[in-house]
Each structure stands twice: as structure tokens, then as C-alpha cells.
């Protein structure tokens, strides 16, 4: 969160700005965050885990739907993230984050391939230039950690079984096993690190 106390913003006002917004913004896209400027209201006890499970002070959000509206108004400013509405601007903690990429469809092959991300709140998204994936490893076990860009800012871990697909339809180029997307080659590890 921003460092701010947890104020009095409520997940039950929140949830009615972002409908309010959506039907204002009369288009089945999602709201325009991006424009909205709202003041900064205080931290509400929200968190997004790593798994990408949304919990309200301490309790699973179980409601898809809700989550999916959440997920709309998800914005990213700097390192902080928050639910914007036009009239409310509200912090949240992201463990990691805010989305998972739970499956995947190939198209093509080659430097022609379109890998399409799915994510646990139902985005969709076609990696390539402005939708780059990248890999972080733990700096004590050597885990890699996947991500894939969905929009502003905002990353989906790809999930063990992807991530295990995607490592089936790498390619070597350039000294870097990676994946193609979009025109674009993605570099996962260096080739010289392939075992088997």
C-alpha cells in the first residue's frame, strides 16, 4: 500500500463507483482509469495474493463477478496500486501480481507465433511489443518467475502449467532460449543453461 493509514473507504462503495462508471463509459471495454484523477482517499485492507485470490479484511472475495469488476478499475501508479473511480481513488496491496495468466492458445510458429494469455479475471491478451513477457529469477533458489504485460502497467504471473507449455514450444536464437510472439523473440534463459 502507499503507507497511508487504512481509512474508511468500503469495498460496498467501490464496487457501486465502478458500476456507476462502467455504465457511464457505455462501452463493453474497460473503464477509462487512465483519465480519471480522482483524490487519494486512504488504504482499504484489500489484497490481491500472489495466486492471484482477492481478499477483503482477511476474507476471500468468492464472488468472480466482483473480482471481475475490481479488476477493472485496477490501476497501477508507480510502485502503488489502487481502485480508481471517477470520484474515489482507493489503495490496495499486491503480493506480486495483480493477475495470474492461467492458460494460453498458440497460433503460427515461428517468429510468426501469437501466444494469446488468458488471465483469472478473463482478460486476454496476445504478447508481443506491447505485451512483453519476461522472466524474473529468486535470487536464492533460482526459481524462474513469469510474467506476461495485460495492460498499463499491470502484469500476470503465468501460472507452473503455462510456464511448463510454454518451455515445450521455446526456441534458441541468439544465445537465448526464449519464446516468439508477435514478431517478438522473448528471451526465458541463456541457451547455455538448458539442461537435457
Do not use: C
Not at 78 to 99: M, N, S, W
Not at 145 to 171: N, Q
Request: hydrophobic share 40%; aromatic share 10%; net charge negative.
Amino acid at each position: 500500500m502507499s503507507g497511508e493509514k487504512i481509512t474508511s473507504p468500503s469495498a460496498t462503495g467501490i464496487e457501486a463507483a465502478a458500476r456507476a462508471a462502467g455504465k457511464a463509459a457505455k462501452t463493453r471495454g474497460l473503464p477509462p482509469v487512465h483519465l480519471w484523477n480522482p483524490p487519494f482517499s486512504g488504504d482499504m485492507d484489500m489484497r490481491i495474493a500472489r495466486d492471484g485470490t482477492w481478499f477483503h479484511e482477511g476474507t476471500p472475495i468468492n464472488r468472480a463477478e466482483l473480482v471481475r469488476l475490481f479488476s477493472t478499475i485496477l490501476r497501477k501508479d508507480g510502485d502503488d496500486y489502487f481502485l480508481v473511480t471517477p470520484v474515489e481513488k482507493v489503495g490496495i496491496t499486491v503480493d506480486d501480481a495483480p493477475f495470474v495468466a492461467v492458460d494460453f492458445d498458440v497460433a503460427g510458429s515461428g517468429p510468426d507465433q501469437i501466444l494469446t494469455f488468458v488471465t483469472n479475471v478473463g482478460d486476454s491478451v496476445a504478447a508481443g511489443p506491447d505485451a512483453p513477457i519476461r522472466v524474473e529469477r529468486d535470487a536464492e533458489t533460482g526459481e524462474p518467475s513469469p510474467y506476461v504485460m495485460v495492460r498499463a502497467g499491470l502484469e500476470a504471473l503465468i501460472d507452473r502449467k503455462s510456464f511448463y507449455r510454454l518451455v515445450d514450444i521455446g526456441a534458441h536464437h541468439e544465445g537465448w532460449f526464449g519464446l516468439w510472439s508477435g514478431g517478438t523473440f522473448f528471451p526465458l534463459i541463456p541457451s547455455d543453461e538448458m539442461t537435457g
